[in-house]
């Protein structure tokens, strides 16, 4: 039987009981010495539970504070992914041969700011320069054609520069403790040994920003392993561009792969999923609770080569908050994709 953590008022009701047996003295006068002792005892005594069932919590990884889920991950070599920064390029306009210093700093209408990472020369009017948020994480993801203002003026270069066609990307929050609890369990249940489909996975999601891997064996032949993978939280996400997809290959080329087997990372190829419902009642706040339903299914069962179930994605909608009933107007069917092609969420008409 599980041990139940006693109340203050149970407490002090037993210390006040032992106080009275002890002493042979009655039930305690309220304004006495002792009922203000037992008081004292019984805070004390369940101040000292609450540290042991602190104490207790970190036994096991899944109840454990971020301190020690951490140190329970670190045994498997399993570590909690830090904040990244973004980083992308923006134009400047100005003066032929202005100089802009590295470290110059910008800032979006909202506040975040951003600093350059080397310097450049105006030359033709403009000048393309790299930049990286200041602060990490995903704030500092920012579409293209944003404006940034300088925060000091510079002699001979407009005070706004453009962010270019690529964007600001790449910023991601620390690692949360669900997240890495869900890879701490994934390693733990799995093979140690390299070259196994979830070892591919695994190390994937180490990767900053990798969110979901899939490893396909012989996906381009013999003796070839592909691995292809998401970035769900990335703003531009869930497929990952050049720029991750060849960090990831570059990350498991590190010794991470077996030296027999020919390693492929690619992004996947994207597989929209446009339902159609009709929704009773049909309000704005069922129609996201819905969306975010299908998002929800999506990322737990979609994978390259796989099938949608029909009526998961039917429960899927039953399940959102305040939904009362439904038509599927579309798909009419399960959802299926080639190998190497996942289902996304794409546009959902509600009719």
């Known amino acids: 039987m599980a041990f139940e953590r006693p109340t203050f008022t149970e407490l002090r009701e037993r210390v006040e009981a032992d106080i009275s047996d002890r002493l042979n003295v009655g039930p305690l006068l309220a304004r006495s010495v002792l009922i203000v002792l037992a008081r004292v005892i019984a805070g004390e005594d369940h101040l000292l539970h609450g540290h042991l069932a602190s104490l207790a919590d970190q036994v096991v990884p899944d109840r454990a504070d971020s301190a020690n889920l951490e140190r329970w991950a670190n045994l498997y070599g399993v570590f909690r992914k830090p904040a990244e920064f973004a980083t992308g390029s923006i134009t400047f306009t100005g003066t032929n041969g202005t100089v802009i210093p590295q470290g110059t700093q910008t800032r979006r209408v909202d506040g975040t700011q951003f600093e350059t990472t080397v310097g450049a020369t105006v030359t033709a009017g403009v000048a393309l320069i790299t930049v990286q948020a200041l602060v990490a994480g995903d704030a500092g993801d920012t579409p293209a054609t944003t404006e940034l203002s300088l925060v000091s003026p510079i002699a001979g270069i ?64 013999a003796g070839t392993v592909g691995l292809t993978f998401t970035i769900d939280n990335d703003p531009a996400g869930p497929i990952p561009g050049v720029g991750k997809v060849a960090e990831v290959q570059a990350y498991l080329d590190d010794g991470r792969t077996p030296i027999t ?20 009642p049909d309000t704005a706040s069922i129609r996201e609770s ?42 009419t069917a399960n959802v299926t994709t080639a190998a190497g092609t996942l289902t996304t969420l794409g546009t959902i008409t509600f009719s």
Do not use: M
């Open 158 to 221: 407009d005070s706004a520069a453009i962010v270019d066609s690529n964007g600001l990307a790449g910023g991601a929050e620390t690692e949360s403790n669900e997240d890495l609890l869900t890879r701490f369990r994934a390693k733990a249940r799995s093979s140690d040994s390299i070259g196994t489909k979830s070892s591919y996975e695994l190390f994937a999601l180490e990767v900053s920003e990798v969110t979901r891997a899939f490893a396909l064996g012989g996906h381009f032949g």
């Open 261 to 280: 087997a020919t390693l492929t990372v690619f992004a996947p190829a994207a597989a929209p999923l446009d339902p159609e419902i009709q929704l009773i």
């Open 290 to 331: 819905v969306t975010a339903a299908l998002a929800d299914l999506i990322f737990d069962e979609a994978e390259p080569g796989g099938t949608l179930l029909l009526s998961r994605i039917r429960e899927a909608i039953s399940t959102a908050a305040g939904e009362e009933d439904h038509v599927l107007v579309s798909p």
